[in-house]
């Protein structure tokens, strides 16, 4: 079957610029995840969403991000007022259910550079 | 909070020869999972090998294996007959398992490995 997408594939915007990026699960997932690979950073986790749980948001950076999803599956993460420390690859991930372990699956990435 | 340190910014093998990747760990915790995850150029993370905490026999996947020491907060992946698609990103990672439920990974910072023909 399908796996994780996600849109754009790169994205290039101005400093001050919002932008959303767009995450689709694997049919049935009902864990997702948001994570952000930057050079100087590595891969941090970002935000997770659990069926109609409220979203674990800890590991956003700052108020200027944000993320919904919308009826269990597609997720969109938002930067307002992007800066050029933004710039990084975001990943999406999902898993099937949180009850036992279950395995990541990463879709891949979208590339979001702030001029 | 929970970390995850990989020494090894780069590495390289020789085809058909054997690597080891390090990686280790800080963490209270007692029920957590611990991975290796493949990310070729294409970006595309691909999960390698996965090992339980509570378990004490290490993970094997084909040419993939690795040596798990609670005790020591380790975790290195030996890589067998290592084979040109093998050059990636290597990134060690942790999740905690806690109520029933798993956490977010949390990654170390990543070995290049090179595969010489």
């Known amino acids: 079957g399908a796996g994780v997408s996600q849109s754009p594939s790169n994205k290039v915007t101005e400093k001050g610029k919002d932008v959303e990026l767009r995450c689709d699960p694997i049919?049935?997932?009902?864990?997702l995840y948001w994570y952000r690979q930057s050079l100087g950073q590595g891969l941090e986790f970002l935000i997770y969403?659990?069926?109609?749980?409220?979203?674990?948001k800890s590991g956003l950076p700052s108020d200027r991000f944000s993320a919904e999803r919308t009826g269990g599956s597609v997720s969109t993460l938002t930067i307002q007022r992007t800066q050029q420390e933004d710039s990084a690859v975001y990943l999406c991930?999902?898993?099937?259910?949180?009850?036992?372990?279950?395995?990541?699956?990463f879709g891949p990435g979208t590339r979001l550079t702030v001029l | 909070a929970q970390t995850v340190t990989q020494s090894q910014p780069e590495m390289s093998v020789q085809e058909a020869e054997t690597v080891t990747l390090s990686c280790t760990y800080d963490t209270s915790e007692s029920d957590y999972y611990l991975f290796w995850y493949k990310q070729p150029p294409s970006r595309q993370m691909i999960l390698v090998i996965r090992q339980e905490a509570y378990k004490q026999q290490n993970a094997t996947e084909n040419r993939f294996s690795v040596n798990f020491q609670k005790a020591a907060k380790s975790f290195s992946l030996k890589i067998s007959d290592s084979q040109l698609g093998d050059a990636a990103m290597y990134f060690c990672?942790?999740?905690?398992?806690?109520?029933?439920?798993?956490?977010?990974?949390?990654f170390g910072k990543g070995t290049k490995l090179s595969v010489k023909p």
């Open positions: 991930a999902s898993s099937p259910r949180d009850t036992s372990y279950n395995e990541q699956f």
């Open positions: 969403f659990q069926g109609n749980s409220a979203p674990d």
């Open positions: 049919s049935g997932h009902t864990a």
């Open positions: 990672a942790y999740c905690l398992w806690y109520g029933g439920s798993q956490g977010n990974l949390i």
